[in-house]
């Protein structure tokens, strides 16, 4: 019995035809549903609007609107899209920007196909996927902007929300940069248990993805603890 009942949704976009369809024909071969495709970045923005793909497979370089831009405007319109970058390039300054538009994982052209389908499986759940050397430096740079100062509140700060130990201990973890994956095991739970978590902690919080869910736990110290 598979825990997946409805195929993920996935749409590939790339301005070189030759890769988008391959990638493409190796995600529809292995069970995912290929919704749309797109070359540039404006009809990337159309066709995800218009098709409602669970993950988004975003090349960084493309014509018309650059991919970081695309992720931000689609991130922005619906915060339950979930953006796996596969690029050519390893330069931090790119993976940085990328997170910092919505991306929720990161990955090298040079990874294997069987690398690439197990990323967007894991994108599709909300664990953020790095190629190896890159999730430290991703790390950092929430650290960083935990550490930069917000913009002043309009009132009184209301009440943190109160979660509950196992809902903390989780956040912990994810602030340590642990994977899903890692957590149920330390924790000895499921993996939807620990997705339940964060969805939880996520509503409670009135936060949109990880991103902010690590920026909340490193402001308050949780990483540490």
Not at 40 to 69: H, M, S, W
Not at 189 to 201: D, E, F, G, L
Request: net charge negative.
């Amino acid at each position: 019995m598979s825990e997946q009942q409805d195929p993920i949704k996935v749409m590939v976009v790339d301005d070189h035809p030759m890769w988008r369809d391959a990638v493409a024909r190796d995600l529809s071969e292995s069970g995912f549903e290929v919704v749309a495709t797109a070359g540039d970045g404006e009809q990337a923005v159309r066709r995800a609007l218009a098709t409602g793909p669970d993950v988004l497979v975003l090349d960084l370089n493309l014509p018309a609107k650059p991919g970081v831009q695309v992720c931000k405007e689609l991130v922005g319109a619906d915060p339950r899209l979930r953006v796996l970058v596969l690029s050519a390039s390893g330069e931090h300054a790119d993976v940085l920007e990328a997170v910092k538009s919505g991306a929720t994982g990161y990955l090298l052209k040079s990874a294997s196909t069987e690398e690439l389908l197990d990323a967007v499986r894991r994108t599709a759940v909300g664990d953020p996927v790095f190629t190896p050397g890159l999730a430290g430096l991703v790390l950092g740079e929430y650290r960083r902007l935990a550490a930069e100062p917000g913009p002043a509140p309009d009132d009184a700060e209301p009440k943190a929300p109160r979660l509950t130990d196992r809902e903390t201990e989780v956040l912990r973890l994810v602030a340590k940069g642990l994977s899903y994956k890692q957590i149920a095991e330390r924790l000895v739970i499921s993996h939807r248990t620990v997705q339940n978590h964060v969805q939880n902690t996520l509503g409670k919080l009135q936060l949109h993805n990880r991103v902010e869910l690590v920026r909340y736990a490193i402001e308050r110290g949780l990483d540490d603890e």
